[in-house]
Structures are given as structure tokens and as C-alpha cells.
């Protein structure tokens, strides 16, 4: 189990624009993700989740902003952080960004989360190393990187297999297309107690 602080990014051109607000209308800052998963986002379409109520919570104390979360793949964002952006990156932490360190800050940390190492009872995997993995498939998420997994399937240890969803990763492990997979434990637990 790995245990991460999660982060806001900002960039240098949002932190002007919280010192330079316009008194007459709310600027719009968007609040991206590319964390497609339940708690944090449950239902795009009917924006429901964690990011969606922390944008309604900070534009019930904001008077300068309007705060708007919006999904966006990782390669998107990546791609947009070259350059300066008023907007925030949601739910990321510095060693996923170490890339553009010298372009964004970020805020101090806004919650703990822990991701979990799963694999089924029939088919027991553990990650105590490299060599347990040998011959495994592993089920990932497009766009996502597995810092502790990557050495491992650039040596050819073990097999990655991704989906675009990492609430798909579960259904994906118990229809046999992998042998393991890593995912939050916040989702985990969402999935148990919603079904």
C-alpha cells in the first residue's frame, strides 16, 4: 500500500491572478482532473463527486472566482502546462509533475490518500518484488504512471494492459484480463459500499 499526500497545482499565471482580481465579475478558474474515478468524480455528466463539491464549496467563499471542474486526459493537461494557464490541476501530487517543477507550484497538501496492490483470492499476487511479478499482467489506467511498476515492465518482468477508466480496473481483473491491479483506496471503498 502506498500512501500519498494529494496536491493542487497552480500555475504562476493563477497565483497573478489571485493578487490582480477584477472587483466587477467572477474569473472563471477551472479546476482539472484527469482522475476519472468515483469519489472524486461519480457521474460527469451530472457532475457529482468530491471535485464537483469542492468547486461548489469554494465558490460559495470566493467573491473574485468562479470555480468549475472539468475533466481532461493526462496528455491534454500535460500538454497545456506547457504554457501559462489561470486554472489549477486537482488531485496530483509534485512527483507525477516533476517535469514542469520549474513551471507550476503547488498548494500544500488538501487530503491523504492510499493506493492498494489487488489482485483475486484465486490468484493471489503479492509485490514484494520485482520477481513476484514475473509472467504477471498488470491492469492499469491509460495515462497514469506506476513509478514503483515501471522498471519492472521495462525489464519485461510483467505485462501491462491499461482501460481508460480506473473504475474499470476491478471489472477488468474479475473477467481474468490481468492478475493484479492498483487503485485508491478511497475508490475501492466507494465500489464496495455503492456496488
Request: proline letters at 4%; aromatic letters at 12%.
Amino acid at each position: 500500500m502506498h500512501s500519498a499526500l494529494i496536491y493542487l497545482l497552480l500555475s504562476p499565471l493563477m497565483l497573478f491572478f489571485s493578487f490582480t482580481s477584477v472587483a466587477q465579475q467572477k474569473q472563471e478558474v477551472l479546476l482539472l482532473t484527469y482522475h476519472l474515478k468515483a469519489p472524486y468524480i461519480v457521474d460527469l455528466g451530472e457532475q457529482k463527486g468530491l471535485y464537483f463539491d469542492l468547486a461548489n464549496y469554494m465558490n460559495q467563499h470566493s467573491e473574485s472566482y468562479f470555480f468549475k471542474t472539468e475533466f481532461m486526459p493526462r496528455k491534454r493537461i500535460n500538454a497545456i502546462l506547457q504554457r501559462p494557464f489561470p486554472h489549477v490541476v486537482i488531485g496530483v501530487q509534485p512527483v507525477w509533475f516533476k517535469q514542469f517543477a520549474d513551471k507550476v507550484s503547488f498548494t500544500s497538501a488538501i487530503l491523504q490518500e492510499d493506493d492498494v496492490f489487488i489482485s483475486l483470492k484465486t490468484n493471489p499476487v503479492t509485490n514484494d518484488d520485482l520477481e513476484s511479478l514475473k509472467g504477471k499482467t498488470f491492469i492499469g489506467v491509460q495515462g497514469y504512471r506506476y513509478i514503483m511498476l515501471e522498471e519492472a515492465e521495462q525489464q519485461g518482468i510483467l505485462t501491462r494492459v491499461d482501460t481508460l477508466q480506473e473504475d474499470n480496473v476491478l471489472d477488468m481483473l474479475r473477467l481474468g484480463r490481468g492478475d493484479f491491479t492498483i487503485t485508491s483506496l478511497s475508490t475501492l471503498r466507494y465500489k464496495f459500499s455503492h456496488g
